[in-house]
């Protein structure tokens, strides 16, 4: 029943991928990755707080392999609800948990861009580039970043990369329309 949620929930159907989440839950009340699947299609769908039960009964229990998937899920449904504190929580637990974890090192990123702490949005980015070959996501965060930090020349560099590599893109679009915030 999780795996027939989830792919429910790739299909985009969101009435069957709660009912076969939910069926799961009953069948196992306190298996941690059907509440981790479960808080993120519901964070997905519109239900961050709620969301946030079901990560946190995940990301607890002690048994659960990988604690680090649901502190990040719990991070993006905080910086949804526009939490931005809680999100900072939750994302800096995952990455004690995984130094690795770049979607934590993303959103943690993007965090401190918003905010205006602009030199540690480049090392989050920076600690990201080293670990990974760049999405167009964080090369048009990265390219923000320098804009603001007023280096042209690196800004001007992300804007080829993006360009190169990612036409057609929405990051690419954005920057065609010189719409960077």
């Not at 974890?101 to 990201?128: H, K, M, P, V």
């Not at 090369?139 to 007023?150: D, M, S």
Request: aromatic share 10%; with cysteine; glycine share 6%.
């Amino acid at each position: 029943y999780n795996l027939l949620g989830l792919i429910h929930m790739a299909l985009n159907e969101p009435r069957l991928a709660e009912e076969n989440f939910q069926k799961a839950l009953s069948l196992a009340p306190g298996d941690p990755e059907i509440s981790n699947n479960y808080g993120w299609f519901l964070c997905q769908n519109g239900r961050e707080q709620r969301a946030i039960g079901y990560l946190m009964a995940a990301a607890k229990n002690p048994l659960y392999a990988t604690p680090t998937k649901p502190y990040t899920n719990a991070g993006v449904c905080s910086v949804r609800l526009k939490d931005d504190k809680a999100a900072e929580d939750y994302l800096l637990t995952a990455l004690r948990l995984s130094p690795t974890n770049t979607q934590a090192l993303f959103w943690l990123a993007d965090i401190a861009y918003r905010q205006g702490r602009q030199s540690e949005a480049r090392q989050w980015t920076t600690d990201i580039e080293k670990m990974m070959e760049p999405t167009a996501e964080v090369i048009w965060l990265v390219l923000r970043i320098e804009r603001k930090l007023g280096n042209r020349e690196a800004e001007a560099r992300y804007a080829s990369q993006l360009r190169r590599r990612f036409p057609g893109s929405p990051e690419q679009r954005l920057l065609t329309q010189g719409q960077y915030e």
